[in-house]
């Protein structure tokens, strides 16, 4: 996953910890706020979908801006699973607080089939923390 044609950008990222240390360490941040990694994936599904049929910035539930930019083309998951996410990007912005995040179709994917929230330093690391406060994401249970 550091390099190579599929890994182009690197999903690893500068992290220098197993692929296993970084799943782990991402589901100890989650635990005890009771938040599963569907429950982040389910929310970036949400805005995903609240974008894709839009054109340019949407206000979505008077609280996000939300703005997907389409590219042309898939991605292979690194899981070798036989997913192919769209190179699409959303982006996220909380009006309450300023903040934004923004994760391709497959951070989707990955967060919730696999736990994988990439590493430190990846182009596309999804920080599971930070994900939580700006999308407000409360526990599904």
Request: glycine share 8%; charged share 30%.
């Given at each position: 996953?550091?390099?190579?044609?599929?890994?182009?950008?690197?999903?690893?990222?500068?992290?220098?910890?197993?692929?296993?240390?970084?799943?782990?360490?991402?589901?100890?941040?989650?635990?005890?706020?009771?938040?599963?990694?569907?429950?982040?994936?389910?929310?970036?599904?949400?805005?995903?979908?609240?974008?894709?049929?839009?054109?340019?910035?949407?206000?979505?539930?008077?609280?996000?801006?939300?703005?997907?930019?389409?590219?042309?083309?898939?991605?292979?998951?690194?899981?070798?699973?036989?997913?192919?996410?769209?190179?699409?990007?959303?982006?996220?912005?909380?009006?309450?607080?300023?903040?934004?995040?923004?994760?391709?179709?497959?951070?989707?994917?990955?967060?919730?089939?696999?736990?994988?929230?990439?590493?430190?330093g990846a182009p596309f690391r999804v920080?599971?923390?930070?994900?939580?406060?700006v999308l407000e994401i409360k526990a599904?249970?």
């Amino acid at each position: 996953m550091r390099s190579g044609q599929l890994a182009a950008h690197q999903f690893l990222g500068t992290d220098t910890r197993s692929l296993k240390d970084i799943i782990r360490h991402d589901q100890l941040v989650l635990e005890p706020l009771g938040i599963t990694n569907q429950d982040i994936a389910n929310r970036m599904r949400y805005f995903t979908e609240k974008a894709a049929g839009g054109l340019g910035l949407q206000v979505v539930d008077d609280v996000f801006e939300v703005e997907r930019e389409e590219h042309k083309g898939d991605i292979p998951c690194p899981f070798a699973d036989n997913v192919q996410a769209s190179k699409s990007i959303t982006r996220v912005k909380n009006l309450r607080t300023g903040r934004s995040v923004s994760w391709s179709d497959l951070n989707i994917h990955l967060v919730d089939e696999h736990g994988f929230f990439e590493g430190h330093g990846a182009p596309f690391r999804v920080d599971p923390a930070e994900f939580v406060e700006v999308l407000e994401i409360k526990a599904s249970k």
